[in-house]
């Protein structure tokens, strides 16, 4: 189906800037969307940002201004520009596509995640 793998993380001051990574393969052309989420153990799997199937971007208030989506469509490949990093923005992040089986069955994709953390 569609493998998702990420990269980018690690350890960062806060202020400081980080750039994720989501490079999509296998049967690519099922992707609808995409998009990045993080998640704490023992916290509810938030949304950062994400695209929507009409072409738009969607962000948590929490990082408005603070983060951009993008993508290379041509590398297969998603993007989270991160800056003005916060001590709360410390998390797992993940991504994820919904892949579009058929007329009426959707499939949730997600990557294995890649930890960012930021220092005070």
């Known amino acids: 189906q569609v493998q998702l793998v990420e990269s980018g993380g690690g350890l960062v001051q806060a202020g400081g800037s980080l750039r994720l990574s989501c490079k999509a393969s296998?049967?690519?052309?099922?992707?609808?969307?995409m998009g990045w989420y993080r998640q704490s153990p023992g916290k509810q799997r938030e949304l950062v940002a994400a695209?929507?199937?009409?072409?738009?971007?969607n962000s948590a208030d929490s990082v408005k201004g603070r983060f951009t989506i993008f993508r290379d469509d041509a590398k297969n490949t998603l993007f989270l520009e991160m800056n003005s990093l916060k001590p709360e923005d410390t998390d797992v992040y993940l991504c994820?596509?919904?892949?579009?089986?058929?007329?009426?069955?959707?499939?949730?994709?997600w990557g294995q995640g890649t930890l960012v953390t930021v220092s005070s």
């Open positions: 994820h596509a919904l892949a579009r089986l058929s007329i009426e069955e959707y499939l949730d994709v």
């Open positions: 695209f929507t199937t009409g072409g738009t971007t």
């Open positions: 296998g049967n690519v052309f099922l992707i609808s969307t």
